[in-house]
């Protein structure tokens, strides 16, 4: 079965500061992995996916299969960082299908 | 257009009532998908269609059902709704092939409550 752990509901930190979002899974196979982000009163989207490698608003991805962990990072937070980060997992086949994590809601502190 | 469009933002529904939410997209995606997600939960798929046919139903009750009419449209079928079936349903579509396959284009949701 799939599954995807985001351990921090709530997250704090100074603007300026590094921050890092934790996610980990768990999957038979090859997964894809996935960060989508909401802000406030915005719409659910996508930030980035570990195939691409790219650096999205600053923040970077490295999927880790040993530790089957894919989190996220930023060197300085900013504020308009503050959001709610789910970690999302799809699996192979033809499904197309997102399994979300729990979610983690990132305040950054002026 | 690179939008995905709900309507109607908010419904408020009794247990006995029949009502619609529409799902609209011109992106030319032919994957669609419905999510529900409660209050501070992660949304959680209930349906997915491929080339209009669905190809997942994840065990959802029998009143709610999905209809495809055609590659932009995505609809849900509500019928004899719980009061626990309040939340705010959302939209995705994506390609269905290709490396942007897994790249889900969400709608701002409808909020729903069943009284």
């Known amino acids: 079965a799939q599954r995807v752990t985001q351990p921090e509901k709530l997250l704090s930190v100074f603007k300026g500061a590094p921050v890092e979002l934790k996610c980990n899974y768990s999957?038979?196979?090859?997964?894809?992995l996935f960060w989508y982000v909401q802000y406030s009163r915005q719409r659910l989207q996508l930030l980035l996916r570990?195939?691409s490698r790219e650096s999205i608003k600053g923040f970077t991805a490295d999927l880790n299969k040993g530790e089957t962990s894919f989190h996220l990072k930023k060197p300085f937070a900013q504020e308009e960082d503050s959001a709610m980060y789910y970690c999302?997992?799809?699996?192979?086949?033809?499904?197309?299908?997102?399994?979300f994590g729990t979610g983690t809601r990132l305040t950054v502190i002026p | 257009d690179t939008e995905v469009t709900q309507t109607p933002k908010h419904l408020v529904m009794g247990m006995t009532n029949k009502k619609s939410l529409k799902c609209e997209q011109h992106?030319?995606?032919?994957?669609m998908y419905w999510y529900k997600q409660k209050a501070k939960k992660p949304p959680e798929l209930m349906f997915v269609?491929?080339?209009?046919?669905?190809?997942i139903n994840e065990s959802v009750p029998s009143r709610f059902s999905p209809e495809c009419p055609n590659s932009s449209l995505l609809n849900l079928h509500l019928h004899a709704l719980q009061p626990e079936d309040s939340a705010l349903y959302l939209c995705?579509?994506?390609?269905?092939?290709?490396?942007?396959?897994?790249?889900?284009?969400f709608g701002p949701g409808t909020r729903l409550t069943v009284t």
């Open positions: 995705a579509s994506s390609q269905r092939t290709g490396t942007n396959a897994h790249e889900q284009y």
């Open positions: 999957y038979s196979g090859s997964p894809e």
């Open positions: 570990h195939i």
């Open positions: 999302a997992l799809s699996g192979q086949g033809g499904a197309n299908n997102l399994f």
């Open positions: 992106m030319g995606h032919r994957a």
């Open positions: 269609y491929s080339y209009e046919k669905l190809s």
